[in-house]
């Protein structure tokens, strides 16, 4: 079993910047392949962003690319995700999750294992 815990959510004026941090704990960190999702009341889980074991290859949804970030600290265990430029419609609850991959340099778009959510509310 994997434990993933979300931090880093809060309220944010439209065009601020905010970091969320995901730690994991349970399996070792480097056979783990990572993502972070969204979803808004009433609508489907939407992918945002995605990294390999190894941290060189990311991937990342239509709606974020380029105002996103997603990076890796392997010796913290942790997995962040930086958000510039917010907009009202990035609000949302954001999930981490994280399954293993074969190879390390492959990222996923489907996981195991889930967190809880932190709450990401940006203002107009």
């Known amino acids: 079993q994997v434990q993933l815990v979300e931090s880093g959510g809060g309220l944010v004026q439209a065009g601020y910047s905010l970091r969320l941090s995901c730690t994991a704990s349970?399996?070792?960190?480097?056979?783990?392949?990572l993502g972070w999702f969204r979803q808004t009341p009433g609508k489907e889980r939407q992918f945002v962003a995605a990294?390999?074991?190894?941290?060189?290859?990311?991937d990342y949804g239509d709606s974020v690319k380029v105002r996103f970030t997603i990076f890796r600290d392997n010796a913290k265990n942790t997995v962040y995700l930086q958000m510039n430029s917010l907009k009202p419609e990035d609000t949302a609850v954001y999930y981490c999750a994280a399954g293993t991959t074969r190879y390390s340099d492959d990222t996923r778009r489907e996981y195991d294992y889930w967190g809880q959510g932190t709450q990401v509310t940006v203002s107009s």
């Open positions: 990294i390999s074991r190894s941290g060189d290859n990311t």
């Open positions: 349970g399996r070792t960190f480097t056979s783990l392949a």
